[in-house]
C-alpha cells in the first residue's frame, strides 16, 4: 500500500442526540457500506484522524469504531500504511438479512454472549471450572472471608516461623 490519501469522503451524517454512541454510528455506516457494495475490498478508508476531522468530533469515538470494524472483519490496518476494506468478508456477515437491516446494536454477535464460543465448545473440567467462575461472580460468599481482610491475609507469614 502506498502513502496516498482515502479515494473518498464518508458521506455519513451523525446525530449527537442519538441513544447510539458516536462510534457505533460511525461502524454501522461502515458496515452496510461494505455489505451493499459502496465499499469494495481492498479500497483505503480515511485516517482516524482525517476522519474526525471532517465529521468534526473527537479521535476517540473513531478509533473505536474502527477496532471494532477490525475485530469484526471489515477492516485491515496495515502498521504505517492505512486501513483498508479487508479483502474476504466473514461469510456470516455477508447474509441477505444483513443487507436490509443493517447491523443494529442489540443483535451485535459480543452483546448476547457471556463467554466466547471458543468457551462455549469446552467440554468436562473446562465447563464446570467456567461454571463455577459464574456462580462466584454472583455468590455472596466470594472471596471466602477467614476473619481477616484480604490484605491482612495476603500479607501474613505463615504459622510457626
Known sequence: MSGRAASFNPPMA????????????ISMWFQRAILSGKLQPGQ?????????????????????????????GYLQSFTGAGTCVSRSI???????????????VAAHPRARRAVSRRAQSLGGAARAWLQDAAAARTSSNFPPHSGR?????????????
Open 149 to 161: 481482610s484480604s490484605s491482612a491475609a495476603m500479607h501474613a507469614r505463615p504459622r510457626g516461623t
Open 44 to 72: 483505503r478508508v480515511p485516517s482516524t484522524r482525517a476522519l474526525a476531522k471532517e465529521l468534526r468530533i473527537s479521535r476517540i469515538p473513531v478509533l473505536s469504531a474502527y477496532e471494532l470494524l477490525i475485530a469484526d
Open 90 to 104: 466473514p461469510d456470516g456477515l455477508l447474509r441477505p438479512q444483513a443487507l436490509r437491516e443493517g447491523p443494529a
Open 14 to 25: 451523525l446525530d449527537p442526540s442519538s441513544e447510539t454512541p458516536l462510534y457505533r454510528q
